[in-house]
């Protein structure tokens, strides 16, 4: 099982991922370690600022939004007596990955794929995904996905929907790569999809054992 975000994509996204290698290869290739962890951006959270200096937010928002579990580990963190930062890097928030995008409106303005849709709500169950954290698993869908994946929640508790172009993002694909189709369609399409940036890895460590067994 590999979640996407312990590979720095802004996205909580657990798949299983099946690699075939011809036997004749000679291959015993493993998955590349994790670079990631959610340890290392509570961390720069809530121990060393750093996130919050990052995106020149003061004072931090209220901790809140942070479920029981998380809100334990974050106090079992403040209390540890070592000086050293996580060895991993912080998990990508949704903040990290849409830094410096503008709120969407009716017209798209900023982006044709940018576009508001109003009419997300919160109930029990579907709270979105947080602003401070990597997004959950985006859904192949519109309206109606179970936990709001397809919804983003501030920390004032405001939610709304995510554009085409924030979900695109939020799965790596780059920014001049283009969506077509109404936003439920678009959305089937981006949830649907394999995180790019999780594809070349997995993929760039295949290619780098396979040359070098080739070499050796």
């Known amino acids: 099982m590999v979640d996407a975000a312990d590979y720095g994509i802004p996205q909580r996204r657990e798949r299983v991922v099946i ?13 590349p370690e994790r670079t990631h962890s959610l340890d290392a951006l509570l961390w720069t959270q809530f121990v060393s600022g750093d996130y919050w200096k990052s995106h020149k937010i003061d004072p931090p928002p209220s ?5 029981k579990r998380t809100l334990a580990r974050i106090e079992r963190m403040r209390k540890q007596s070592s000086l050293f930062d996580p060895e991993k890097k912080p998990w990508r928030t949704i903040r990290d990955q849409l830094s410096g995008i503008p ?12 576009i508001l849709r109003e009419g997300a709500r919160v109930y029990p169950g579907h709270t979105g995904s947080f602003i401070d ?22 920390a004032d508790g ?6 085409t172009y924030e979900a695109k993002l939020l799965q790596t694909f780059p920014k001049e790569y283009r969506i077509l ?12 999809a394999v995180p790019v940036e999780l594809a ?4 760039s460590s295949l290619v780098d054992w396979i040359w070098n067994k080739k070499v050796a």
């Open 181 to 192: 189709g109404s936003w439920t369609e678009s959305m089937r399409q981006v949830g649907n």
């Open 63 to 67: 901790m809140g939004c942070y479920d």
């Open 19 to 31: 690699v075939g290698i011809r036997e004749d290869l000679g291959i015993e290739w493993s998955f």
């Open 103 to 114: 709120f969407p409106d009716k017209e798209g303005s900023f982006h044709p794929e940018h």
């Open 200 to 203: 070349n890895i997995i993929s």
């Open 133 to 154: 954290l990597p997004s959950k698993t985006i859904k192949a869908g519109g309206h109606g996905v179970p936990g709001g994946e397809n919804m983003v929640r501030h």
């Open 158 to 163: 405001t939610v709304r929907y995510f554009t």
